[in-house]
Structures are given as C-alpha cells and as structure tokens.
C-alpha cells in the first residue's frame, strides 16, 4: 500500500469515527499536506484574500500551483494574476515565483467547473490538495449569483476532490455562517464545532456560505479529507495599509467614507471591530494547513478588537471633522438621507452579532504552532486612511496640505497605548471629536 493510500485510508477511519458532535473541533494527527504529494489548485487568486495567501503559500511552501481563472485565454489569467500581485506587493521580486504558477481557465459556478473532459481528468489526476477561496462577496445582486458561486462552486470541487488521486479540500468560509437569532439565542458562543443551531441569514451571501459549510461536513463525514477557515473581518495589510482594489464592498471602508463625507456619525463607544490584517489571515490559514493538517473546521479572527471610537481619534488626527451623535440624534439626521445612501448601507454590516464566536481552540492551536494575530496600532490605522486618500476613495481631509508623514504622527498614540495595557478607553460623551484634528 502506497503511503498515498495509506493516509488516505486513515482519513477515512477518521471521519467515519467521528461523531456529529465532534466534527469540525480537528483532531491531532490528521493527515497533513506535503507539497511532493502533488500540486495544489487555488481558486481565488485573483482576489483579495486569495493574492494574500498565493504570496504566503509560495513563500512559505514548495507548493507548485494550479490558479483556476475565469479569465478569456490563458495569457490573459497570467497576466491579471501577476498585475494583482504585483499591486498587492511592490517591491516582491515576483519573477522567481513565475515557473511555480500554473494557470487553467474555469468557472466553479459551471458544471463541471467548466473545464473540458481531458482537463478535469488531468487536474482530478496530479493535484493533492484544493484550497478554495472564490467566491461572490458583494453583499447586493440575485441570490442566485450567491448560491451558483459559493454553494454549488463548492459541490463542484467536492465531486473534483474525489475524482483521480486522493486529495483534500481545504474551503474558505465566513464567521457569518453564525446567522442571526431574532427569536433569542439558544446559545452564548458559537464554537468551530457549531454549525446547524436554527440560525437565520441576513442576506443570500451569508445562507450560501452556511449551505456551502453543510454540505461539506457531510462530504467530510462520508471520507473526503480536508478543512474549513472561517474568516472574520478582513483588514487592510498589517504593513503597508493596503485593501482591496473592490474597497466600495467593505462595510468598515463604506462606514468610514460615509463619516468623512457626512461630518457626523453615529456615537457607539462600546462597538468594536476584530480587524484581521489580510496578510495575517493569509499566514494563519497556511499555517493550519501545512501544520495541523486536514480535519478541522477554525476560525480565522484576530482577537484584538478596535472600537468605532478608536477609528474616529485616527479620523480627526488626519484633520477630517467628524460630530459624534447621540443614537437619537444620528437617526433624526440619517432621516435627511435617502434609503440607498451608503452611511445608512453600511450600518447593518457593523452590527454586532446576536451570537458571538467562540474562536478559543482555533486560537490555541494557532499558538501551538507558532502563530500569534499582530496588535492594532493606531499607525497601521493611519496608514490604511493614507491608502484610502491615496486611491481616492476618500476625500482628502483639510490638512492634507501638512504631509502624510505629519498626518500619520498626529494619529500615532491615538489607541497604541490603550491597546499595549490591555485597557479600554472610558465611554466619551456625545459630540467628542467634532472639532478638525491634525495639529501637527
Ligand atoms: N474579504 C472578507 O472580509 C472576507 C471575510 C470572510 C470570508 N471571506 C471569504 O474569502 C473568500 C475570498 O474573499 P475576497 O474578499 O478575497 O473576495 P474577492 O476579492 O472578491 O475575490 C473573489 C475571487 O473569487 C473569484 N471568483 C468569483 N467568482 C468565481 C467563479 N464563478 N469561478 C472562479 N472564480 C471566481 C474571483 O475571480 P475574478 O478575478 O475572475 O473575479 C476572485 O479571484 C470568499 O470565499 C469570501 O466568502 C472574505
């Protein structure tokens, strides 16, 4: 029996062990990918979060790589792929990376994923793992869209998976997978383990990525080998600042661009983000993958937290006037805004959810294996406003004339010291922060 086999065959044991309530915790020991045991298909690559972790896997791994592209001709995939990467990070010597990379053009929302008779043999045949990262993250458009892409692009690459040589599929979900309780929670956390609790789903992006997570634990409970990452709010890079080219469908971004462009803005001192820096998220997930192996459902979420009010001192230190209102007042003002306005789009993404996750496990396994999420700094903060201003996405505050590097020191200290003590900042009042900032 080859070692292939062999492994494979204890993955079999392993998930037909296992009970309901079991499934998705991981379990030490599992099978883990080696990069000589064949190639690995990355779907996603072109996107934000997929980039991150095409950069990470070619780094950090051996990996040789198959990207799938809906892109018109193979050329044309090559060339978007290395332009993404190369907007992404400039300054990587991408050259040396190139021979690694291979490209085949395909949908995984098609039958088949697209792909002709021979190629999906050939693919099914010398790949050893899958790792799934496209999806359709927009929020707004037909359910459909949603369902094609991230429910049934994933029984696509289930069926793949268990087509040719053994190989495991590794799926990129979301922490909205936990839903909504408007009737009142059964539960005070949502752990990995959770999955079918009667949640309900805000729109059809969320439910097509629960379905997506239903059927993949049945197709893990029936042998295929593989993992699930459930990634909670992905933020710029935690060096450069940098978000994603699509910055309009971030709530966070949309929030932020609706304060500057209003001049005032809802005061909620208690809400707080967990903002996971994209190129973290990327190294948390490869370092599950490569270190933990397959079998596990983990979330990936920083467990730092910013607050809305942290964002603001950052916001009113580049000179941007910002009235922070009190819940009655702000509604009485967002009644001059139209329905569609984007500061009123952006609210309900903020929103807490009724059921928290409980990211404990995912967390410790992380640190078993080296890996610790960085600490928010109001600098990394200042950087992604810089970014924002620099691809005009936001306005340019009043003081731009003063120099990024002086913007960028005004809004150093703003949370860095809070955040090293471990301390939350006391509640201010309504109507703090409303003067321009910036007096470098
Ligand atoms: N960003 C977040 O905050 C966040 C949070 C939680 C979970 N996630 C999950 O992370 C994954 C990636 O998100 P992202 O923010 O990086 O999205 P993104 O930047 O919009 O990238 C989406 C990627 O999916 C590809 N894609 C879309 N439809 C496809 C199809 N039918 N066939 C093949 N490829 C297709 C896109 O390719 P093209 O270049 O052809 O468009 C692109 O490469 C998604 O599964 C999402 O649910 C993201």
Known sequence: MSERTSSKNRTLARWGQ????????????????????????????????????????????AAELTCLSRAASK??????????????????????????????????????????EGVYAEL??????????AGNVSHAGASEQFFGVNTRGVAELVQLARSGAPKALHHISTTSVIGE?????????????RLQEGQSFRDAYDESKYRAEVLLRQAFAE??????????????HSITGRFQPNIQQNYVSLYVRACTRLGFAPHLPE????????????????????????GGTYYIQTPHTVSHYDIHRVLHAFGYSIRLLSMADFVARAGELSADDEALAAMPGLEPRTVPADSDWSRRELRELGFEY????????????RHAIEVGFIQRPPHWELGVPALELAAEGALDERQERGERQAAPEPGALSGAGAQA
């Open 124 to 133: 099914a045949a010398s790949h050893g793992l899958i790792l799934n990262v």
């Open 18 to 61: 296992r009970s309901s309530s079991a499934a998705g915790s991981g379990e030490p020991g599992a099978p883990r990918w080696r990069p000589e045991e064949g190639r690995l298909l990355l779907t996603g690559a072109t996107g934000f979060l997929g980039s991150h972790l095409l950069l990470d896997l070619l780094e950090h791994t």
């Open 181 to 193: 309780f408007p009737q009142g929670a059964p539960l005070s956390a949502f752990s990995e383990a």
């Open 223 to 236: 042998g295929l080998a593989g993992s699930v990452y459930r990634v909670g709010y992905v933020a710029p």
């Open 374 to 385: 960085p600490v928010p700094t109001s600098a990394w903060l200042a950087r992604f406003i």
């Open 75 to 116: 050329e044309a995939a090559r060339t978007a792929l290395l332009q993404r990467l190369a907007w992404y990070f400039p300054g990587c010597e991408l050259s040396r990376y190139e021979p690694r990379i291979a490209v085949e053009l395909g949908d995984v929302a098609a039958p088949r994923l697209g792909l002709s």
């Open 271 to 294: 809400r707080r983000i967990q903002p996971t820096p994209v190129d973290s998220a990327a190294r948390a997930i490869i370092t599950l993958l490569t270190g933990a192996g397959a």
